[in-house]
């Protein structure tokens, strides 16, 4: 592989809960064996109809008391959904650092408010990206007979750096992981830690083509060469292994 090709799927309509995301990309993209889409989780969460209205809220005292800790300084109703989302808060000062259900440590546990059309409304995390992935790429298959992978992804902030990046939520079709343990490097001496997270990669470089205002949820990936059938869960690092918890 010494090149790889990336371009959005066009002429994609507003997403509404019930929309079929297969059916969607299926009618608007030419695609081939071995592709890889990636499809920004704003859309899967909308068709799936994982959203909150916050009007529907009422917020408690400790999302009062955290919003009043924060920089800047959410409505309480956001943040008792945020709290509704998480198993764990790790920060709540400044920022509301926090751990999912599916084991994503990440702010406001997914919630977003942006590029959702209505003021008041939010989205959250799919149930199982790694679900939502599949069934896009077995629906994709039925409709038009090719097999894809497909990566559902999300921005995330990173600790120590600056800025956000796509990441990997679900992942279907392809290795998240590949393990170059116990091979030798170009010297001939073998490696003992290089795990390559290929799915965030990918996840990363169509977050280039995606943008957060171009209206391109839908990315496709061409010239690949993967072998695998990974989840997005294998990405989550085990607390045993976590060195900062």
Same mark, same amino acid.
């Given at each position: 592989m010494n090149s790889l090709e990336l371009f959005a799927?066009?002429?994609?309509?507003?997403?509404?809960? !019930?929309?079929?995301? !297969?059916d969607l990309i299926s009618s608007k993209a030419n695609l081939k064996a071995a592709d890889v889409l990636v499809v920004a989780q704003k859309v899967v969460s909308k068709s799936e109809g994982k959203l909150r209205d916050l009007a529907t809220v009422v917020a408690s005292e400790e999302a009062t008391r955290i919003a009043g800790q924060l920089?800047?300084?959410?409505?309480?109703?956001?943040?008792?959904v945020i709290l509704d989302e998480s198993v764990r808060v790790i920060r709540s000062q400044r920022v509301l650092i926090t751990q999912t259900r599916?084991?994503?440590?990440?702010?406001?546990s997914g919630v977003d408010q942006s590029n959702v059309g209505e003021p008041?409304?939010?989205t959250l995390l799919p149930d199982d990206p790694d679900a939502s992935a599949l069934r896009i790429r077995e629906r994709i298959r039925y409709r038009t007979g090719v097999d894809v992978g497909v990566i559902v992804s999300? *921005?995330?902030?990173?600790?120590?750096?600056l800025g956000i990046v796509n990441v990997a939520l679900g992942v279907a079709g392809l290795p998240a992981l590949i393990d170059l343990r116990g *091979?030798?490097?170009?010297?001939g001496r073998d490696m003992h830690? *290089?795990?390559?997270?290929v799915?965030?990669?990918?996840a990363s470089a169509a977050g280039l083509v995606m943008r957060k205002t171009a209206r391109a949820p839908v990315v496709v990936i061409r010239g690949l060469e993967l072998q695998g059938d990974g989840h997005g869960r294998d990405l989550v690092r085990p607390a045993a292994e976590d060195l900062f918890r």
């Open positions: 799927v066009e002429s994609l309509p507003e997403v509404h809960p !019930g929309d079929d995301l !297969g920089i800047n300084q959410p409505d309480p109703r956001l943040v008792q599916h084991g994503f440590v990440c702010a406001n008041d409304v939010v999300d *921005t995330f902030g990173r600790p120590w750096r *091979t030798p490097d170009d010297a830690a *290089t795990v390559l997270a799915a965030d990669d990918l």
